[in-house]
């Protein structure tokens, strides 16, 4: 898969996670209110991207650190998470512990679900014509 679907679904997952968010805590679902609760992760998700592509481009031996591999997926979660938080914060906003946790399984399962899933996909194909 290329940088720019990957990148995409991302994105997509990022924005989700954000409206769904504000769903589940009766807040308006609209595109300023989601821009305000998404761009502190939106902003991780860039980070993360890069810093994976930058892995990729130095060890390019290293599949699962193409844009949807594993490896990749965790460093895009792992600079969405950090990065979103960080953000949060030095914007004046808030970070309780329950929503840390929150946003860290969520985006876990977010980031990191459809690149398994890509994965089982492929490696299925691969079996069924192999």
Excluded at 20 to 29: I, L
Excluded at 41 to 67: E, I, Q, Y
Excluded at 80 to 99: H, K, M, N
């Amino acid at each position: 898969m290329k940088l720019p679907l990957a990148f995409t679904i991302d994105l997509i997952a990022v924005l989700g996670f954000a409206i769904v968010g504000r769903n589940s805590h009766a807040e308006s679902v609209n595109v300023v209110g989601v821009t305000l609760t998404a761009w502190p992760f939106l902003v991780g998700t860039v980070v993360g991207t890069v810093l994976a592509l930058l892995w990729h481009r130095l060890r390019p031996s290293l599949r699962s650190a193409a844009p949807a591999g594993l490896t990749a997926g965790i460093v895009v979660w792992a600079c969405t998470v950090v990065g979103g938080i960080a953000l949060r914060l030095a914007s004046g906003d808030t970070a309780e512990t329950p929503f840390i946790v929150v946003a860290t399984i969520s985006l876990a399962v977010l980031l990191l679900g459809w690149r398994l899933g890509y994965r089982l996909i492929r490696q299925a194909r691969h079996a069924a014509t192999g």
